[in-house]
């Protein structure tokens, strides 16, 4: 091979190689504005910011907390804890629908909408594009849990009296320090949902019909519930995938208690794992002709 011939091949390689950077963002960027431009998306989004202002309207016109325990009794006296309360209201049921909704859509609407066909026949794109699904998931899960944050946030400032903030331990910190914990629980609950957007992702490679991909995942999320909450199965629940959801609590201890928070997130990295790789085996095998 001749100099000349050296020269021209690794121009071309440095040119190649941004290239296929910059497709791989634009990739990304592209399907952040698929999920975020839909309807559904940002009427699901508004619907979880107005789960703080319902429960701030409701415990400020009553007068009181109405005697009740927990993170919803202590909003009256401190606005912060509206943050807290209405993350831990909205992870049983509403975060988790939202996350059902876009992930079993993530593929399955591309199906349907006959889109998917050509985004397989890119070459070598499978594997990003189920990247970039997931990266966006995992965005969504940030975003969803966010908006209620800030929406607790506002409302909870706006209606209540905000000061240092008592921990579960007994200790008192900060109301700079107390707004941090708020926001670690926002992010340990955002973790918390990517297991149930991954198996929506792979239930979604299974079908092109968005509906039965939704109904599915919520399905299974159900299942998965019911499972979680009968006592003769308590052998099987440290591993099933809410079990410790509710460790986020554990962020407003002093000092935090990690170990369930831990767990609560390895657990979820598992369910990622498994299936994250079964949507990558379903999607490379694909049929498309």
């Not at 100099?3 to 963002?25: F, K, N, Q």
Request: charged share 10%; proline share 4%.
């Amino acid at each position: 091979m001749s100099p000349s011939e050296v020269s021209a091949e690794v121009t071309a390689t440095a040119v190649a190689r941004p290239s296929a950077g910059r497709h791989t963002v634009a990739l990304f960027i592209s399907e952040l504005r698929l999920v975020f431009g839909r309807a559904r998306t940002q009427v699901g989004l508004g619907v979880l910011a107005a789960v703080p202002l319902l429960i701030g309207i409701a415990i400020k016109l009553s007068g009181n907390d109405g005697g009740t325990e927990g993170f919803i009794g202590q909003v009256a006296g401190n606005g912060l804890f509206l943050i807290v309360a209405s993350l831990g209201l909205s992870l049983p049921f509403f975060l988790p629908t939202a996350v059902t909704v876009i992930s079993g859509e993530s593929l399955a609407g591309e199906a349907s909408l006959g889109t998917l066909r050509n985004l397989l026949t890119a070459p070598a794109g499978r594997s990003r594009l189920l990247a970039a699904k997931m990266v966006a998931l995992t965005v969504f899960c940030l975003v969803a849990t966010m908006t209620i944050w800030v929406s607790g946030l506002i409302v909870g400032f706006i209606l209540f009296p905000v000061g240092d903030v008592l921990l579960l331990s007994g200790s008192t910190v900060s109301l700079g320090e107390g707004l941090l914990r708020a926001l670690g629980i926002a992010i340990v609950i955002s973790l918390s949902l990517l297991g149930l957007a991954a198996i929506g992702l792979f239930v979604s490679s299974l079908t092109s019909t968005p509906l039965a991909a939704m109904a599915a995942t919520f399905g299974t999320f159900i299942v998965l519930g019911i499972m979680t909450a009968i006592p003769q199965l308590h052998a099987i629940h440290p591993w099933l995938l809410m079990y410790r959801w509710q460790s986020f609590a554990d962020v407003l201890r002093d000092p935090p208690y990690w170990h369930d928070i831990g767990r609560n997130l390895l657990l979820q990295a598992g369910y990622v794992a498994v299936f994250y790789t079964g949507a990558w085996a379903r999607i490379t095998s694909r049929d498309i002709t």
